[in-house]
């Protein structure tokens, strides 16, 4: 099996669909939130652009301490800043997946917070995660996208706001 072929095809899947939310994001509703406790819809877009940066990034480290720094979050506010975060994630990640081997994919990756692990997971179950990510972060934008009347792209099939569907 084709490991890292399978994810590959994957991350370049999830950004296809990503780039078509993204492309339709709002440019008058980065504050927005449907809970207090929510994500506000920039911040929520942004970093689902970051997580495309992960796969890369784990691959080329053991680990992320958060109290240690090295993964800052991106203060974006406008739909060509998050376009161009995603491209640039999406291809550093490319890149990794490509010159990667399988056996790259085995030792294990965990966060951290001041030392004290968080999670441990091999890398490809880092990446695997990631992947999860992506989905369920694009998921959250897109209930963001319906409570605020705006039509839905497909993600893995058509919506109900295909005319076709």
Avoid: C
């Avoid at 296809?16 to 929520?44: C, G, V, W």
């Avoid at 369920?136 to 209930?143: I, K, S």
Wanted: zero cysteines; a negative charge; aromatic letters at 8%.
């Amino acid at each position: 099996m084709d490991t890292l072929k399978q994810l590959k095809n994957e991350l370049d899947a999830e950004y296809q669909t990503t780039k078509r939310f993204l492309e339709i994001i709002p440019d008058d509703k980065n504050d927005y939130a449907p809970h207090p406790k929510s994500m506000k819809m920039m911040h929520l877009a942004t970093h689902i652009t970051e997580v495309f940066g992960w796969p890369g990034f784990m691959l080329n480290t053991s680990e992320l301490d958060f109290a240690k720094g090295g993964m800052e979050p991106k203060h974006l506010t406008t739909k060509n800043e998050l376009l161009t975060v995603l491209d640039e994630n999406h291809k550093a990640s490319m890149q990794a997946l490509d010159t990667a081997s399988e056996d790259d994919l085995e030792p294990r990756w965990a966060l951290k917070n001041d030392g004290h692990e968080l999670a441990s997971w091999t890398k490809y179950e880092a990446i695997r995660h990631s992947l999860n990510q992506i989905s369920h972060h694009r998921a959250q934008l897109g209930v963001y996208y319906r409570l605020n009347d705006i039509e839905l792209p497909g993600s893995y099939g058509p919506t109900a706001d295909d005319p076709n569907f």
